[in-house]
């Protein structure tokens, strides 16, 4: 079954090749003109979409020193931090989402964002995103689910830490609250994470064991996830994009730069090309090869009523004599007229 589904003026899905998300996060480093320099960057190196995260700290989390509140001091880029004043670092300011987006669509990228509570929900369908995202970390908050899908908008899922049986329920609510699948994002939720950590080969069995579109959302370094991903199945990418990761930044540190984020959305591409579809025999770009095949040759001069041997009669390149097949068969055969050598044999040179 050939499943696609409509984000914005693109349909993503089956048969199409993979969108590629830009994910700009907290990169802006809270300048707007970073910002919209990232929207222009993202455009250049060939995304489809400008992916935003909408929320604020109150939305995300409560104002306490307490040491619940606190990262873990080691296994991301943000140890140590409180929650709270890590997300003052991080968020977009909700102003900035109209002109950002304006800019987006003048370039005609797609305008995403994650949504965190009702009220970003609320606010994004103010400013015309066109796509939902629900993070992985919010995989298993039911209520926003439901909500998201409640707007009828498509809706791109991550599933980083998720369980078979959490995804399945974030399908159900989604599935039951809006009456259409969303897109699982395979993820792993490390910052930066390591290749060997994606397990990519869970893409093909989230298709089928979910029924949805699937795709990737990668926090490596490299783009070699993203093309094995595609060649997988996804049909959704998700980078992070900064201008520099040596300007900082809560997410630098799992960043794509614009050159490399160019370099895999082209890999990208050529993965899903190069997929092609199942298919025997020769095609038009072997035109210039099929000649080359090897045919039954005769090797020396050779008179009628001469035997062919396996040192006058030889299976070499080009083709244009009698198939291969045949070879074994002429061995011991006469020859029915003179054959110089260098001749392709066709049948009206062997004695019947």
């Known amino acids: ?4 589904v409509r984000i914005g003026q693109r349909h993503v899905g089956d048969g199409q090749a993979p969108y590629v998300i830009a994910e700009m996060s907290g990169n802006h480093n809270q300048s707007l003109d970073d910002a919209l320099a990232i929207v222009d960057a993202a455009h250049a190196a060939g995304a489809h979409a400008i992916k935003l995260q909408t ?12 040491p619940e ?11 140590g931090q409180c929650l709270w004043d890590l997300y003052a670092k991080a968020y977009t300011p909700w102003e900035w989402h109209a002109p950002i987006f304006a800019r987006a669509q003048a370039l005609g990228l797609d305008c995403i964002s994650t949504a965190f509570d009702n009220s970003s929900v609320d606010f994004l369908l103010s400013v015309g995103v066109d796509a939902l995202k629900i993070a992985s970390f919010e995989l298993v908050h039911i209520p926003l689910l439901a909500r998201v899908a409640q707007t009828g908008l498509p809706v791109i899922v991550s599933t980083g830490m998720g ?16 009456g259409s699948s969303p897109i ?17 080969c869970s893409l093909p069995a989230m298709r089928e064991r979910f029924g949805t579109l699937v795709g990737v959302s990668d926090h490596s370094l490299t783009v070699s996830v993203v093309a094995t991903a595609v060649a997988l199945g996804a ?3 998700e980078k992070h994009l900064t201008l520099g990761r040596a300007s900082g930044g809560p997410d ?12 895999m959305t082209r890999m990208a591409a ?11 025999g020769a095609q038009a770009a072997e035109a210039a090869s099929a000649w080359e095949r090897p045919s039954v040759w005769v090797a020396r001069d050779l008179r009628a009523g001469d035997v062919f041997t396996t040192d006058n009669l030889r299976v070499v390149r080009p083709g244009g004599g009698l198939h291969p097949r045949e070879y074994p068969a002429l061995i011991g055969r006469r020859v029915a007229t003179d054959v110089p050598a260098a001749t392709a044999l066709r049948a009206e040179h062997v004695a019947t």
């Open 1 to 4: 079954m050939t499943r696609t």
């Open 55 to 66: 929320y604020t700290p109150g939305t995300l989390t409560l104002n306490s020193s307490r």
């Open 69 to 79: 509140f606190f990262l873990p001091a080691d296994g991301n880029p943000w140890a």
């Open 163 to 178: 369980t078979e049986a959490e995804v399945a329920e974030a399908v159900a609510t989604i599935t039951v609250a809006g």
């Open 184 to 200: 699982l994002l395979k993820c792993t939720s490390a910052y930066p994470a390591r290749p060997e950590d994606a397990h990519l």
């Open 235 to 237: 049909c959704v990418v």
């Open 252 to 263: 630098a540190a799992f960043s794509l730069e614009p050159h490399e984020f160019a370099e």
């Open 270 to 280: 050529e993965c899903h090309a190069a997929l092609g579809s199942v298919r025997f």
